[in-house]
């Protein structure tokens, strides 16, 4: 295991060094409202051990033992009056290595017993914060008996968001120095803490300023007792309802935890600060610890925490990478539809401070969109600490709504999100290449449509992309980037850029129909209204995938989205309304099995939570409280009926199985047509747009998991059983993978021979 230091920026010690005749100046921090204020006070140091970076990677045994080295001969020192612990150009610590965590090595290694020597010390010990203080760096800070904080340090205990809790002493110290309130939301959430707002009278200097401060000779009076100074020593502060509190906290925090393990650990841990002494409460951390760490939740997490910055370094199979393309600045952008996609990307660009320009077709669907734009706008700047001052909506220059397309024409950037209609698009794009300048990017917000036939309708089609939002585009993560025949790495690389600045991921695909995540969906969806027909209901199906951690079942989030999306999207492709050819069978298209049930609720006029009725009843129109409906259950036994289809009881393991397994099978095509460039990229996708549970790791992670081999087994079961539906044909390269004896995820890619993107 090493401790992190691997950008120039997040440097720690590698050497202590030992100078003397020091003065130092001290903050104190507290918590208030999540936000950090700091103190200054005097304080006298005449011994600095400064941590200086002159290794990279800096191995964690060699960095514990030099810190336990430099304590001893500090201590034993009578020249030295007080030890000053900080990183180097102006960064404390982002923590450990976390990919050390996987290594069988790490285990055994224990940053605790020296936290607790640092605050053992008999001289005073001062953690001088700069930049980041995360993981155990902030829990070294906890040790020390004071702790000195820039105004713009960063500090939080992010261990619950890699499966984990802070195990080196951390949820029995801070509890006892900011209280059980502040420190449970911190440990449960992992969330890091901003100085925003400099106290009055608050210097703000970076370290080589403290270093000047020392020399100035600000003095602490001598002999200032360090008892008070140890966490350890203090009593966790009381609440007069206790118990009331952590019973309410735990139910907060079960109810956010989807099935991951780690916040309600790390609630337990700190609950022991509050039951018992603080050596007992370590000894607790240290159980919950290990139970976490084994847990295979915690792998999976740390997976996707690499997987999500992996992504960032897109490449395409004809060679273009984020190495070599350089994206270009957008001042302005333009979005044209708003619908509900289209105000969430502009709610979102906004927020990002980019000027946007929003256009509507005519007065009457401007205004509606106006309107609901700025409602977005005024919920998010509530949310925000600056407020609506810091978005100035109001102002023109920063959002202007208009009917004319002649406005768009010195825009950077423009978003087409109107209704996914090809013969609209294409008349849209077409427009844009004539209006826009010759610079500008012209991107489409399709889910499913081909990018190459858009980009047919203009003159730059290099400059053409899809950036696919999910709803509420303001509030979800992930944007889907398509690059198609033409697009220039340009043009994927300002793509990326914009995901960046409106704080979002980017993940590259190529061109195909639904592009990576729909079409993963599509098997997953067909599977859950098969299992329908087979004898299931909506409200069982929902509860399997929900159980396994999904934030919404397929129909639940087929009520909310709407079903009529789907149905109008089935009409366009011919599979069902009046272009249907007639005679075709009820239950199949183009040889294969169909199912009618959504196209037959849509013809009943339940298209879900916006009609009240749909998969579930609703408390009326536009209800969100779903209710298993018997009108649905007769239904579908009046189905089944019509059909001659035997009902028959599903058990959980095969909803889902059939659902989890085809939608990961279609992955394993994907990866091989070359659409997507590696199974992480799916896997972001997934956690990031479609509530997959991160904990999981994402689909294909969960089928490393699982074992190939038997995904592989229970697909060849399900398609013998109906060999009428291609989802559950196993991809051929999930067979090939199996051949080749179940090799890493990370290798998977390397059984593939050449990548071939079918653009
Ligand atoms: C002087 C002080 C002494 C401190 C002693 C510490 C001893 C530690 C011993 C035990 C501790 C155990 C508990 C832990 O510490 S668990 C780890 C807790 N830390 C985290 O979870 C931090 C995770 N990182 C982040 O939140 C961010 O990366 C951040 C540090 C905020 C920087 O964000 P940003 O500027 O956006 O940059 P990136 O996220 O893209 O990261 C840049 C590259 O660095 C890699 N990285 C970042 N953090 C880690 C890490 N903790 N371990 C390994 N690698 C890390 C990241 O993958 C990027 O890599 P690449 O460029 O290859 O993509």
Known sequence: MSIHTHTHIYKLASKLHVQSGYTVIFFKYLICKNTIYTFIVPFLISMLILCQPHLLLVSVEIFLQALEDGLKRADADPSVKAVMICGEN?????????????????????????????????????????????????????????RIAHVKARMGLPEVTIGLLPGAEGTQRLPRLVGVPAALDMITTGKVLCLVIPPKGVKICSLPDVDALFCNSIFLPPGQPLGPRRLSLKPVPKLPNMEAFLSEALVKVKK???????????????????????????????????????????????YAFFAERAVQKWTTPSGASWKSASPQPIHKAAVIGLGTMGRGIVTSLVKAKIPVVALEQDLEYLNMGRKAVMFLLEREAMKMEQGAQTLDFHNPARLQFTVDFDVLRDVDLVIEAV???????????????????????????????????????????????????????????????????????????????????????????????????????????????FLLEEGSRPEAVDQVIEDFGFRIGPFRMSDLAGLDVGWRSRKGQGLTGPSLPPGTPARQRHGHRYSPLPDLLCENGRFGQKTGKGWYQYEKAGGRTAKPDPWLHSFLSQYRDTHRIKTRFIDQEEILERCLFSLINEGFDILAEGIASGPEHLDVIYINGYGWPKHRGGPMFYASTVGLSRILAKLQKYSEAHPDVPGLQPSAFLKKLVAMGNPPLKEWMSYLSRPNNKL
């Open 90 to 146: 102006g960064k404390f610590s982002a923590g450990a290595d976390i990919k050390g965590f996987s290594s069988p090595k790490r285990r055994g290694i224990a940053l605790g017993p020296i936290v607790s020597l640092i605050e053992r010390s008999e001289k005073p010990v001062v953690a001088a914060i700069e930049g980041v203080a995360l993981g155990g760096g902030l829990e070294v800070a906890l040790g020390c008996h004071y």
């Open 256 to 302: 956010q935890a989807h099935g991951c393990l780690a916040p309600e650990l790390c609630f337990q841990a700190v609950k022991a600060a509050t039951e018992q002494p603080f050596a007992d409460g370590v000894r607790r951390e240290q159980e919950l610890f290990n139970v976490l760490l084994t847990s295979g939740q915690a792998q999976a997490l740390q």
């Open 419 to 529: 209704f996914e209609n090809m013969a609209l698009k294409k008349e849209i794009f077409h427009k844009l290449s004539r209006i826009c300048k010759p610079g500008a990017f012209l991107c489409t917000n399709t889910s499913a449509l081909n990018i190459n036939e858009i980009a047919s309708a203009t003159s730059r089609p290099q400059q053409v992309i899809g950036t696919h939002f999910f709803s509420p585009a303001h509030v979800m993560k992930l944007l889907e980037i398509i690059y198609g025949h033409h697009t220039s790495p340009t043009t994927i690389a300002t793509a990326m850029q914009l995901a960046k600045v409106l704080k979002k991921v980017g993940v590259v695909v190529g061109n195909c129909f639904g592009f990576a995540g729909n079409r993963m969906m599509f098997p997953y969806a067909q599977q859950a209204v």
